[in-house]
């Protein structure tokens, strides 16, 4: 920036006689600093002292206008609002705007000075840090993801590539839909009243389509979580106005729950001779321990050598705790005895399924075709590969087993121990052996 005459930016306020930074933006970088005009207190009524003052301010804005006209642009800005958040807590200050420092008591304003004088040679992120010139950061809704995952480190960790994957396309995606209604706009100018009429496009939509509450809402969900990422790591409040912004469900709108197989379905057709001949092994076999343990379908895909536990006593299979992949819930962890038809199959995979490890997306779309092909599904019903898992609550249920015996063995929460003893594991085992199915090989 060109050379100034700093003292005709230094004003007495009418008032109060205090003295002020006041500077009008330049034409040249306003678009990208985002300000009009700088308004600093520098909370002083002697000149000679507000014109000292005056000049760290000054090389501090010279300095951050030099960078954005350099090709620092958007992505760069945004970096550098980062740091001076990270300086500000190392070195004791909470990172306020310029505006806001002006306004410190006199203090803090005068350590502030000092820093900054101290640093102004070597580290233009101390000198944002400590006098708030690293300027607002002006993300868009395209930036959303980046920002989230940069930030959210913990909150990603423990995920397999798949989960990882999942994780990453549902928020693109809702990215992606927010953006056709409300274009790219910058997070901060984003009003209640943009979200309003978004989730009026999505009412429409639901309707229009025949989509379920539960699309849309996943959508406002996944910009609330990445916006919440957001706002802790930059200091600001751009979720505030998505808040209550979800969609009612009605009879018409809200999921339809699956049915789950009866249990004649399920001894007389799934398990009849041949019945699933047409499926490979793999398949067949996690199906057998779907329907005697009650399982989920990723779990049971992603079975380890260790957590099919074939020598116990009890022989078992374990939800465990992982730090390779996330269970879907605390609850989710537990032991499951191996009787019957699931006992030969875990007999026959003891080193679980490294064909569909991290993929019970292809399981599922494969099974469900194969079974809905061979007639297995009963014709009218909401039933998936995923009713095994209610078909074998209904028994457990019907077997008159006590609720909290029922979540240990669904995973449910019910403020339970993590795992079973051995005479628990007993109890369990004897439980399942009096329902399970009649199965020849």
């Given amino acids: 920036m ?20 006041y500077r009008r933006v330049p034409v040249e970088v306003v678009a990208l600093d ?12 002697n000149h000679k002292e507000a014109l000292s003052r005056a000049e760290s301010v000054h090389q501090a804005l010279e300095t951050l206008w030099g960078a954005l006209l350099h090709g620092e642009g958007k992505e760069s800005s945004i970096a550098r609002y980062e740091a001076a958040l990270k300086a500000a807590q190392s070195l004791g200050f909470t ?8 306004e410190a008591d006199l203090g803090e304003f005068e350590r502030r000075i000092a820093i900054a004088e101290d640093a102004f040679d070597h580290s233009e992120t101390i000198v944002d840090a400590v006098m708030g010139t690293a300027g607002e950061p002006a993300p868009r809704l395209s930036d959303a993801w980046q920002l989230y995952e940069k930030h959210n480190e913990a909150g990603l960790t423990g995920m397999s590539p798949d989960q990882l994957r999942k994780h990453k396309a549902s928020r693109l995606r809702a990215i992606e839909y927010a953006k056709q209604v409300l274009t790219d706009l910058e997070l901060g100018k984003i009003a209640r009243a943009d979200v309003l009429r978004y989730r009026t496009w999505w009412t429409q939509k639901v309707k229009a389509e025949g989509l379920k509450a539960y699309t849309a809402n996943r959508s406002f969900s996944d910009m609330q979580g990445m916006l919440t990422v957001i706002d802790d790591a930059l200091h600001t409040n751009y979720k505030e106005v998505w808040t209550k912004s979800r969609i009612k469900e009605t009879n018409a709108n809200k999921l339809a729950k699956r049915h ?6 399920v001894q007389n057709k799934i398990l009849a001779k041949g019945a699933l001949e047409t499926m490979n092994l793999d398949a067949r076999c996690i199906i057998y321990i779907m329907i005697e343990t ?25 939800v465990a705790e992982r730090t390779d992949r996330r269970q879907k819930t605390d609850h989710s962890i537990r032991r499951i005895p191996l009787v019957g038809i699931a006992l030969w ?7 679980g399924f490294p064909r569909y490890q991290d993929k019970a997306d292809v399981a599922s779309a494969l099974i469900n075709k194969m079974m809905k092909k061979e007639g297995l599904r009963p014709a009218g019903g909401r039933h998936t590969l995923y009713s095994f898992r209610h078909t074998f609550q209904d028994r457990i249920e019907n077997a008159g087993v006590s609720d909290r015996m029922q979540a240990d063995l669904m995973g449910h929460e019910f403020g339970r121990p993590v795992y079973g003893d051995g005479s628990e594991m007993k109890r ?5 052996e009096t329902i399970k199915f009649h199965w020849e090989q």
């Avoid at 009650?294 to 374990?318: A, F, K, S, T, W």
């Avoid at 369990?428 to 399942?432: D, E, H, I």
């Fill in 345 to 351: 199959a875990a007999k026959q995979y003891p080193d």
């Fill in 95 to 102: 990172y306020k705007p310029a505006a806001d420092v002006g």
């Fill in 34 to 45: 985002g300000r009009i005009h700088v308004k600093q207190s520098l909370k002083t009524k």
């Fill in 2 to 21: 060109a050379q100034d005459d700093i003292s005709k930016y230094v004003l007495k306020h009418p008032t109060s006689g205090i003295y002020r930074y």
């Fill in 260 to 265: 789950p197989f009866s249990a004649d379905w």
């Fill in 428 to 432: 369990r085992q004897a439980l399942l």
């Fill in 294 to 318: 009650g399982m989920r379908l990723g779990e049971v895909c992603n079975l380890r050598p260790q957590d099919i536990r074939l020598d116990d006593e009890v022989p078992h299979v374990e």
